[in-house]
C-alpha cells in the first residue's frame, strides 16, 4: 500500500498536540516527508519527532521543491487563504485545519479554488468525525427519543492567558471576526448541522468579557433549524468556577445529554442508558478519512463546502450580535 | 393585635395547598371569615377546614355581606380582572394569585383600579419573596462574584395530564395568552427583574409539544437588561426523563448556581460554599407583607405595577414567538 507523502505547514498547537498523535497511529498510510515553520528552531523540533525529515522556512519552497503529495495547513486562521491557494496551485491534497478561513470571502475563493483544482480538499473539523456525534445521530434515527423539538448546548469555561491556546499571539489579536468565539464555535456548529441539519434564522448576543483572550469570548445564539427545531447554543469562555460541556436533545419520547464524549440516554420511569467514547476526538478518523479520499477519489466526509457553512453560520451570529448587544464591558 | 378578616375567593389548589399552610402559621394575623366557591360542596369543604365559616357561591353576595376585611382571590386568570375589579369597589383588600390578568388591557384596568380605591392591593407573586432569591440578590450586592454579565435560567419538566395543576380545565382550555408558559412563566420573570433589573429587549421561540396540558409549553426567550447583562430564559413543560430547576448567574469573579431551594456559590481554586433554604415558598412572607401593608398603610412588595409588568414581559415573549417561530408541532 503506496503511502502518502506529507508536508506539515504550521507546527504549533494543533499540529503537534491534536495531528500528531494521529499521524502516528496511522504511519501505514501517512509518511511525513517534510516540515514547514517560518521559525526554523520550531521547524527543526518537531522534524526531530518525525525522523529529522527536511526542514522550511518558507511553505512556498516547500510546494515546489519537498517531496510530498499533500499538505497538513494548521496555521493562524488569517493564513489559511494564502497558504492553501498556493498548495492547490502546488497540485497538492489539502488537509486543512478549521476554520476555513478569516472571512467569508475568502472562505468563498478557497470554495472556488477547490472546484477548479483536481486535488482533494479536507476542511479539518474533527467534531464533525467524533464518535460521540455519531452515536447520538444513530439514537435519534432509531426513534429513541421520539422526535426531537430542540437542543440547548452550553459550553462554559474559563480561558485565561494561561490557556495554551490564548498564548497564541495570533489568537490574542486575532485577525479574523470573534476571536474565540468563531475559533472554537465553529466546532459546535458543525455537530449542530451534522446532528440536526440546517439553520434557518436566529439571534444572539456577543460580549468581550476578558479581552485579553480575544476580541469576544461570549456569545449566546438562539435559532430555528428548518425543521423547525429550536436551538440554544452558549459559548461562554470567561466563566469562573464552573465547567460544563452539555448539549441537552430534547424529543417528544425522552432526552438526550450529550457531554463532551458521554451520552446519557434518559427516558421517563427508565432506567438512563449510557454511552461512553473516551478515546476519539476524530483526528484519527479525519486523517482516516483524507487517505481513502485521496486514494479513492472521493470527497472526504467534511468538505470545504461544510467547513464554508459553518463558518458563515458563527460570523452571521457574531455579526448579529454585535449589531444586537449593548457591549457590556465590566 | 386586630386580626385582618379575610374572605377566600377561589378553594381550589391554589388556595388550598399553598396559601391555607401559610395562614394556618399566621392565625395571629389573619383569621378566615368568609369562603366563596361557585360550586357550593367546594366551599364547604374548605370551609370546615377554617372552622366551618360562612360559604358563599357567589362573590358579590359574599363582598356585600360577609364580615371581612380583605379577600384573597385565587381563581381561574380570566376571573381575576372582574373579582378585584368588584372587590375594589366593595372598599375590600386584595391578596389576588399571580398572573394578574389575562391580558394587558385587563392589567392596565386593573392597575387603573388599585390606583382610585384607597385599599391594599398585593399581586401575590411568591417568587418575589422566597429567600433563596434574596440571598442571591445579596450574595451578588456584596460582590462575591465580581460584575455579574448573564444568566441562564432552565426550567425543564415534564408536565402531563396526571399533573395536578395541569388537571384543572381553565389550564387545559387556557383562555389567557400562552398556557403554562405565562402560568409559570410569570414567577422566573419577576425573580429575573427582582435580581438584575428590568428587560430591554429580546427575542423568543415558542412551540406547542403537548396540546393536552394548554395552548403553549415550551419557549425559550433570549434577552438583554437594561444594564446589559444578556439571559436566557428555556420553559420547556414536555421534557421527559430530564427534570431541571437551574438559574446560572455569571460573575466576572464567580458563579451562582440557583436550584430551586438551594445556591452554590463557585469559584476559581475554592470549595463551594453550599446555602440552602428548604422551606421558603414565599407564601408566609406574602401573607405576611399584606398584613403589614394593611396594618401600616404602605406598598406591599410585591404591588400590582410589579405583576404587570411581569405579565407584560411574558406576553411580549410569547407574542414575539408565536411570530417568529415555524409553530412546529410533531
Known amino acids: 500500500m503506496k503511502k502518502i507523502k506529507l508536508g506539515i505547514i504550521g507546527t504549533g498547537l494543533a499540529a503537534k498536540n491534536l495531528h ?13 516527508t517534510a516540515v514547514c515553520n517560518h521559525t526554523e ?24 521543491e519537498a517531496d510530498i503529495d499533500a499538505v497538513d495547513i494548521a496555521l493562524p486562521i488569517e493564513l489559511n487563504h494564502e497558504v492553501t491557494m498556493a498548495a492547490f496551485k502546488a497540485g497538492k491534497h489539502v488537509f486543512l485545519e478549521k476554520p476555513l478561513a478569516a472571512s467569508i470571502k475568502e472562505g468563498k475563493q478557497l470554495l472556488e479554488a477547490e472546484r477548479k483544482y483536481n486535488v482533494t480538499a479536507l476542511l479539518a473539523e474533527n467534531f464533525r468525525y467524533k464518535q460521540v456525534f455519531c452515536s447520538a445521530k444513530e439514537l435519534v434515527k432509531k426513534g429513541k427519543i421520539g422526535k426531537v423539538f430542540a437542543f440547548n448546548w452550553n459550553l462554559y469555561y474559563n480561558v485565561t492567558k494561561k490557556n495554551d491556546y490564548a498564548q497564541t499571539k495570533w489568537r490574542q489579536e486575532n485577525k479574523y471576526p470573534g476571536g474565540f468565539v ?27 468579557i476578558n479581552s485579553k483572550i480575544g476580541e469576544y469570548d461570549t456569545m449566546s445564539f438562539s435559532f430555528e433549524m428548518l425543521t423547525g427545531v429550536n436551538g440554544v447554543y ?34 421517563e420511569d427508565m432506567p438512563d442508558e449510557i454511552y461512553e467514547y473516551n478515546e476519539s476526538f476524530g483526528y484519527y478518523e479525519e486523517f482516516t478519512d483524507f487517505y481513502n479520499a485521496i486514494t479513492k477519489k472521493k470527497k472526504p466526509f467534511s468538505t470545504f463546502e461544510e467547513g464554508y457553512i459553518d463558518m458563515v453560520v458563527v460570523i452571521d451570529a457574531i455579526n448579529y450580535g454585535i449589531a444586537n448587544s449593548k457591549g457590556f464591558i465590566p
Chains 1, 2 share one sequence.
Open 234 to 267: 452558549n459559548i461562554y469562555f470567561s466563566v469562573k468556577g464552573h465547567w460544563e460541556d452539555q448539549l441537552l436533545i430534547f424529543g417528544t419520547k425522552g432526552t438526550i445529554e450529550l457531554c463532551t464524549n458521554k451520552i446519557t440516554l434518559k427516558k
Open 20 to 32: 500528531l498523535p494521529a499521524l502516528y497511529k496511522l504511519s501505514d498510510k501517512f509518511e511525513i
Open 41 to 64: 528552531k520550531k521547524g527543526k523540533d518537531f522534524s526531530a519527532l518525525v525522523g529529522n525529515v527536511p526542514v522550511y522556512t518558507d511553505y512556498k519552497k516547500m510546494l515546489k
Open 182 to 208: 468563531l475559533d472554537a464555535g465553529v466546532h459546535n456548529i458543525a455537530a449542530v448541522r451534522y446532528l440536526f441539519g440546517e439553520i434557518d434564522n436566529g439571534t444572539s448576543y456577543i460580549k468581550s
